[in-house]
């Protein structure tokens, strides 16, 4: 079984920053995917970002530019850099790894407000 644990949510105004961090434990064989899905109140959810086995990286359009998705492989973490946050970024935000399953954090919570 693979844990996954998310840290680094919180509440920030809108234009600051914030950094999200993801990081995988337990049996894990070999990494494809590592990445992040957000959940906004009566929305569904939708993938921000994901970086693969090979380093590529994948962002959404709504947060290209200001996002950055990072990986450690040494230490199995993924890492969500977010720039020039808006309001529309507050959401629970939710990592997630694809080896031999998917597996999914337990979600941590990303408030843009004023």
């Known amino acids: 079984q693979v844990q996954l644990v998310e840290s680094g949510g919180g509440l920030v105004q809108p234009g600051g920053s914030l950094r999200l961090s993801c990081a995988a434990s337990g049996t894990i064989f070999s990494i494809n995917t590592m990445g992040w899905y957000r959940q906004a109140p009566g929305k569904q959810r939708e993938l921000v970002a994901f970086?693969?086995?090979?380093?590529?990286?994948n962002y959404a359009e709504s947060v290209k530019g200001r996002f950055t998705i990072s990986r450690d492989n040494y230490k199995n973490t993924v890492y969500l850099q977010m720039n020039s946050l808006k309001p529309e970024d507050t959401a629970v935000y939710y990592c997630y790894l694809v080896e031999l399953s998917q597996y999914w954090g337990q979600g941590t919570q990303v408030t843009v407000s004023s």
């Open positions: 970086t693969t086995s090979g380093g590529s990286t």
